[in-house]
């Protein structure tokens, strides 16, 4: 599915408070509780929320993500406002690494007139995106092929990785704690993000305002270690603050 506006909102809203009642969610949008209850079948038929008897909840676990197609849809316009931004930033004539995400495969996608680049990447989708811009040599990383998302893994990727050091490292991430972690659901992909982050001379993080506050697992790296953050919108308490202390410039997508 592609959510309507309201939808996407209501999403914000479970992710805030992990779980709240249908009643609640119909006052706070000023809505029926049959739209309510629409919203939420047609969100949780598409493995975006899940039900409970009187209420809705985030599905995915500290353990596993949003299924990848799903997360294709999910914010699409705000990835598009990020990766326009991003590009935006981006020189000519410059090296990259740029990692698995659906956020940075919108940024591929507006680097196509880009020239002079020389792209590495662990993302076969990056990969095919950038191979259709002449003036960009594309270097993919070796490794396990995830069958899910066409992102490679292993720790052949991290020997290949290190062999590098590029002008930018471009990451996405899956969750920013309020404790000011970085955090993604497989161990494996976290190792590639380390090496990037490792042999990049500055890193770029790509986050839209959904992965502030949620939970994952795996410690990728802490906001101290990155030196711009694109988002779309203004990160929520304690972020601005931590921000600003961790010396990160944030650079808010707004429409």
């Given at each position: 599915?592609?959510?309507?506006?309201?939808?996407?909102?209501?999403?914000?809203?479970?992710?805030?408070?992990?779980?709240?009642?249908?009643?609640?969610l119909?006052?706070?949008?000023?809505?029926?509780l049959?739209t309510?209850?629409?919203d939420?079948?047609?969100?949780?038929?598409?493995?975006?929320?899940?039900?409970?008897?009187?209420?809705?909840r985030?599905p995915?676990?500290?353990?596993?993500?949003?299924?990848?197609?799903?997360?294709?849809?999910?914010?699409?316009?705000?990835?598009?406002?990020?990766?326009?931004?991003?590009?935006?930033?981006?020189?000519?004539?410059?090296?990259?690494?740029?990692?698995?995400?659906?956020?940075?495969?919108?940024?591929?996608?507006?680097?196509?007139?880009?020239?002079?680049?020389?792209?590495?990447?662990?993302?076969?989708?990056?990969?095919?995106?950038?191979?259709?811009?002449?003036d960009?040599?594309?270097?993919?990383?070796?490794?396990?092929?995830?069958?899910?998302?066409?992102?490679?893994?292993?720790?052949?990727?991290?020997?290949?990785?290190?062999?590098?050091?590029?002008?930018?490292g471009?990451?996405?991430?899956?969750?920013?704690?309020?404790?000011?972690?970085?955090?993604?659901?497989?161990?494996?992909?976290?190792?590639?993000?380390?090496?990037?982050?490792?042999?990049?001379?500055?890193?770029?993080?790509?986050?839209?305002?959904?992965?502030?506050?949620?939970?994952?697992?795996?410690?990728?790296?802490?906001l101290?270690?990155?030196?711009?953050l694109f988002?779309?919108?203004?990160?929520?308490?304690?972020?601005?603050?931590?921000?600003?202390?961790?010396?990160?410039?944030?650079?808010?997508?707004?429409?």
């Open positions: 599915m592609n959510p309507s506006p309201r939808q996407l909102q209501l999403l914000d809203a479970v992710r805030r408070l992990n779980s709240v009642s249908v009643e609640a119909a006052e706070q949008f000023g809505v029926t049959q309510v209850r629409r939420v079948r047609l969100l949780s038929d598409a493995g975006l929320l899940a039900r409970f008897h009187g209420g809705v985030v995915s676990s500290t353990i596993e993500n949003i299924a990848y197609r799903q997360r294709q849809q999910l914010n699409d316009e705000p990835k598009r406002r990020i990766a326009r931004a991003v590009a935006a930033e981006v020189p000519n004539d410059c090296s990259l690494i740029i990692n698995i995400g659906t956020t940075t495969e919108a940024i591929a996608r507006e680097l196509l007139g880009h020239k002079g680049l020389r792209v590495i990447t662990n993302n076969l989708n990056v990969a095919a995106i950038l191979s259709d811009n002449p960009c040599e594309v270097i993919v990383a070796g490794g396990v092929v995830r069958s899910r998302d066409r992102g490679i893994v292993g720790e052949v990727t991290v020997d290949f990785i290190q062999q590098f050091k590029v002008d930018i471009l990451i996405g991430v899956s969750a920013i704690e309020a404790d000011g972690t970085l955090r993604d659901f497989d161990y494996r992909e976290v190792k590639v993000a380390r090496a990037i982050i490792g042999h990049s001379r500055v890193i770029w993080m790509a986050a839209d305002h959904s992965k502030f506050n949620r939970p994952a697992m795996v410690e990728l790296g802490r101290d270690q990155v030196d711009m988002t779309d919108q203004a990160p929520p308490e304690p972020f601005p603050a931590m921000l600003a202390d961790a010396g990160v410039t944030l650079k808010v997508c707004n429409p």
